[in-house]
């Protein structure tokens, strides 16, 4: 071991070996420097809660901002919106709306993330219209986007109404007018292709017609299951009802023990071919499509294909928090649960909030229909 | 007159030098200013920027999920989502979940995994992008305890110390050898080296593929950190050898004892010849220990990775295939010296302590402090440091057989020790 050069290289390797210990320790050193300030994990049955001296990414517990929310899910729910209101020479009920299309906008989905979404009249999923069988439906549509848009209604109406083969060019306005036949839940959507572009960015919505003998009276709801593909690779990345995922899991929606609870079911999932709702603790009566009097099945789930429908109908018996999610426990892990509070009728929240908002809104900017 | 001009041109053309070694510099800095004052001059519509996250590290502790990940993308990055097999998870995120350009954080997430399965960890930034690493096979993320170091302790002595212990075995063997035959099992020593220094770089190369961001060039860096190492390596050991030269009392004494043909073919010539040269063959052997040592160091970081990332379960029969593999690394280190009258048994424990013992350092840095980076950078040294040897022990030989490496015995034995080390590869 008396050759210098033997004694060098030997160097070279222990200065190699003390940079990768001082390496370790300096490691080591970093972790023991906590302070404890934030605490996150708790909300999941199983799981400790962590302290945490950095960020919290927690989308099941945190709301979202709800200036640049993409939608406001509580109002979303129990919003339907009747139109303006006249009469026709014949006498029939004639209902107005505005709707516009814009598709410049980004907003955030869900905590933190920010997506590009196509919208009609500023919200994901757009307004939830409503008329009663037998009354004119007029839409005074108007392309506030960069590229060619549609409303494309299910249900009857004339080729020219079908919203499929008359593009709407970038400022350009058509209006839309039609029977409102036959009575059941309905999807619209944008139908320029590719039409998945156009309906996962979210230019879809529901059109609820009721019978000319109305429902019994129940505290009314629509529930638009939709997914976001975040990273454009035909996945959806997150799954929500009514517009952003968890939602209802950290407000969960208040109703009454024992009241007739109605929820209008559409699924405007794309990429994913189907979707379903479980409601927990309880059964519904389900009614495909809405399009008939007579329930078609008394069960707890039920499963739907891109663009299906139909209406649920229940009624909690015992009070307590409730748990409603895509029995695809998939999209129930990215987004898509949500629960109910059911509170004995003497405890009611507020009586009000079962009450369906009418909405007549002249200002359509601000995402109101007319 | 002429003169005279030649004289003023002369200084003139010095600050014209001076001045056009600046020139380019300050347009360069001008049009750095001007693109970053005013990039609408330059580039018309938006500048996309796309984010792009590496997650570099998944550890398992009971009931959590610890992903390191950096931002290696061209911009500030904020990360706004975790999930586990593309389920969302709530978790925390240290020191904050916004990373400037190559910061990196960790991420918290509480999950109750099981041991052996395969797992997705996703982050998704706050454009909605999600990136994702997958993790093979979960298992308890090695605790720097002392049980655990002395588990990593043993395993190391297994695949690296006492193979090279039991290669050494060979050195009276190999002493009794006749020149040929001495040759055929130096170059067998030069093929089982190169060997070892292409599997450096492969093995490099693999981690790079896995764990390095495209960020880092990954592969230049290995290949670059190889070359400087085999160059400083020469640059280092040829200047020793000048001044211990100049040191010696014959300053004619030469680096490479050149033999005359007619000796060559005298074995005792060869052998009085080789008197000059005691130094040489032992120091041969021990550049050989510690570029093999270096490989090795390189070896445990990869064995430490592998059970860190729960790539593989560490078998019995995966460390009899280490052990195997390198026992041949004893051998490497004995041939040169295997010559000297001189028995140096205490030389030859310490060279086959250096050659083996980096592997237990290297496994406890591998197991308990993983950096893909510092484990190419190791990778890359460890591959000069070889290809030195290499080329050391190659002029050496050369130098001593008459300038004509192309005879049979070292030619064969060049090809067999290659094709050794494959074989045993294949059971690791």
């Known amino acids: 071991m008396s050759h210098p050069q033997a004694i060098v290289l030997v160097g070279v390797i222990i200065s190699i070996l003390t940079l990768g210990v001082v390496t370790v320790l300096g490691s080591a050193k970093d972790e023991n420097s906590t302070f404890n300030t934030k605490q996150f994990g708790g909300h999941t049955p199983g799981y400790g809660t962590y302290e945490t001296t950095g960020s919290v990414l927690d989308p099941t517990s945190l709301p979202t901002d709800p200036k640049n929310s993409v939608v406001d899910p509580m109002k979303f729910l129990r919003e339907f919106n009747h139109g303006r209101v006249s009469h026709s020479a014949n006498g029939s009920t004639v209902r107005e709306f505005t709707v516009i299309a814009s598709d410049q906008s980004t907003r955030e989905i869900s905590p933190g993330v920010n997506y590009n979404v196509w919208t009609f009249n500023n919200t994901v999923p757009g307004p939830t219209l409503r008329a009663t069988e037998g009354d004119l439906i007029r839409i005074n549509f108007v392309n506030n986007g960069s590229g060619f848009h549609t409303m494309h209604f299910h249900g009857i109406h004339p080729s020219e109404m079908d919203g499929v083969f008359e593009g709407i060019a970038p400022g350009g306005k058509f209006t839309y007018e039609f029977i409102a036949e036959p009575f059941g839940v309905f999807p619209y959507h944008c139908h320029i292709q590719p039409l998945e572009e156009h309906i996962t960015h979210g230019l879809y919505g529901a059109l609820i017609i009721d019978p000319k003998k109305p429902r019994a009276n129940a505290d009314e709801m629509v529930m638009m299951m939709n997914g976001y593909d975040t990273d454009f690779d035909t996945e959806n990345n997150f799954y929500t009802v009514n517009g952003i995922p968890y939602y209802y899991m950290h407000h969960p929606i208040n109703i009454e023990e024992g009241k007739l609870i109605r929820i209008y079911l559409v699924n405007m999932l794309e990429f994913d071919p189907l979707n379903n709702f479980h409601l927990h603790a309880n059964m519904f009566n389900f009614y495909k499509t809405g399009t008939n009097l007579v329930p078609d099945e008394y069960t707890d789930i039920v499963t739907m294909n891109q663009g299906e429908r139909g209406i649920l109908e229940f009624s909690y018996k015992f009070p307590g928090k409730y748990m409603f999610h895509a029995h695809k426990t998939e999209f129930a892990e990215k987004g898509w649960m949500g629960s109910f509070l059911v509170t004995a009728p003497e405890n009611a929240v507020n009586a009000s909030s079962f009450t369906n908002v009418t909405t007549a809104i002249t200002n359509p900017t601000n995402g109101g229909l007319s | ?428």
């Open chain 2, 1 to 428: 007159m002429e003169r005279e001009t030649g004289i003023i041109k002369d200084s003139i053309s010095k600050k014209k030098i001076v001045f056009f070694g600046i020139v380019p510099f300050a347009i360069l800095s001008m049009m750095i200013v001007l693109i970053l004052s005013y990039p609408s001059l330059f580039f018309s519509g938006q500048f996309i920027v796309v984010p792009e996250i590496s997650i570099e590290k998944v550890e398992f502790e009971p009931l959590k999920i610890i992903a390191t990940v950096s931002n290696t993308g061209h911009s500030e990055v904020s990360i706004v989502q975790a999930d586990v097999n593309d389920r969302i998870h709530s978790a925390a995120m240290e020191p904050d979940n916004t990373l400037k350009r190559f910061e990196s954080a960790r991420v918290i997430i509480p999950f109750s995994w099981n041991e052996g399965q395969p797992y997705g960890i996703g982050l998704t930034t706050d454009d909605g992008t999600r990136f994702e690493k997958t993790i093979q096979f979960a298992t308890l993320t090695p605790q720097p305890t002392l049980k655990q170091a002395s588990n990593f302790a043993l395993i190391g002595t297994y695949v690296g110390v006492i193979p090279v212990m039991i290669g050494l075995l060979w050195y009276p063997f190999i002493r009794k050898l006749s020149l040929n035959k001495y040759n055929f099992f130096l170059s067998f020593t030069l093929g089982l080296l190169v060997f070892l220094g292409i599997d450096a770089l492969l093995e490099g190369n693999e981690i790079v593929v896995r764990d390095i961001s495209s960020a880092f060039h990954g592969q230049m860096l290995l290949i670059m950190v190889a070359i400087l190492s085999l160059v400083s390596l020469i640059y280092i050991s040829s200047k020793l050898m000048k001044n211990a030269r100049a040191k010696s009392s014959d300053p004619e004494y030469p680096v490479y004892t050149e033999v005359s043909k007619e000796d060559a073919s005298n074995v005792s010539s060869v052998q009085s010849s080789r008197q000059h040269l005691i130094i040489r063959p032992v120091a041969l052997s021990m550049m050989i220990a510690i570029g093999i040592g270096l490989h090795n160091f390189g070896e445990g970081l990869a064995i430490g990775a592998a059970v860190l990332l729960g790539e593989v379960a560490l078998s019995s029969f995966l460390i009899l295939g280490f052990t195997l593999h390198n026992t041949t690394e004893g051998l490497a280190i004995v041939a040169p010296m295997a010559r000297n009258k001189k028995l140096a048994i205490a030389k030859l424990i310490l060279m086959g302590l250096i050659a083996g013992v980096p592997t237990i350092i290297g496994s406890w840095i591998g197991g308990f402090l993983y950096s893909p980076l510092a484990t190419i950078i190791f990778l890359g040294i460890g591959a000069g440091a070889i290809f030195q040897v290499v080329y050391s022990v190659g002029s050496w030989m050369y130098y001593n057989n008459n300038k004509v490496l192309a005879s049979l015995p070292i030619v064969s034995g060049f090809m067999l020790g290659i094709f050794i080390m494959y074989i045993t590869g294949l059971l690791v």
